[in-house]
């Protein structure tokens, strides 16, 4: 365990932001499971709220840009897909 005042607060630190972050995704993951399960058209109305949240997620590093990139290609490809 710690011994510095420092890198106590570091850690305290640290258990916040990760539960946070761990908060953020997996509200953004049942935001897009939520949105491909949907009808097109509800699906198209929720894609720019949803594209907002995996943005914001990349802002934060809590994932990385081009994957980020990536979920929103797939999600857009897969909503355009929908018959």
């Known amino acids: 365990m710690a011994n510095h005042k420092a890198t106590k607060k570091d850690v305290r630190q640290s258990e916040k932001r990760r539960e946070r972050n761990r908060y953020y995704g997996k509200t953004t993951r049942n935001a897009i499971r ?11 109305q929720n ?3 949803v594209i907002s949240m995996i943005d914001k997620l990349a802002k934060r590093n809590v994932i990385h840009k081009n994957k980020a990139s990536n979920l929103k290609s797939g999600i857009v490809k897969r909503i355009s897909a929908m018959a």
């Open 34 to 44: 939520t949105l491909l399960a949907s009808d097109k058209t509800t699906a198209e």
């Open 47 to 49: 894609l720019s709220k």
